[in-house]
């Protein structure tokens, strides 16, 4: 049953370490737990999104192209939350 579930797409939650180490070195990283869970539903998306992309598309080409604008639009929602690039009501500080 767990073969499965590809473990894959939860690869890029290490990456919540980076803000937990700096929040344990400096007063200047302040993540509260919700700031934690969101990135991480965030990342799985994007983890999940890519590895569909991998399977469903066929040239590289397509793949390059699909994961490009995935990873674009991760960014600009995080670019959103944590400055407000387009200033809207999720925009952050």
Do not use: C
């Not at 919540?16 to 934690?36: A, C, H, N, R, Y």
């Amino acid at each position: 049953m767990f073969n499965r579930i590809p473990l894959t797409p939860f690869y890029p939650l290490t990456l919540l370490v980076i803000p937990f180490i700096g929040m344990q070195f400096t007063e200047q990283v302040k993540w509260s737990l919700f700031d934690f869970i969101l990135m991480g539903v965030m990342l799985i998306s994007l983890g999940f999104g890519i590895h569909l992309i991998s399977l469903r598309t066929k040239t590289y080409k397509q793949k390059a192209f699909y994961i490009s604008v995935a990873v674009f639009l991760f960014l600009f929602i995080w670019g959103e939350l944590a400055i407000g690039i387009i200033g809207s009501l999720f925009a952050g500080d």
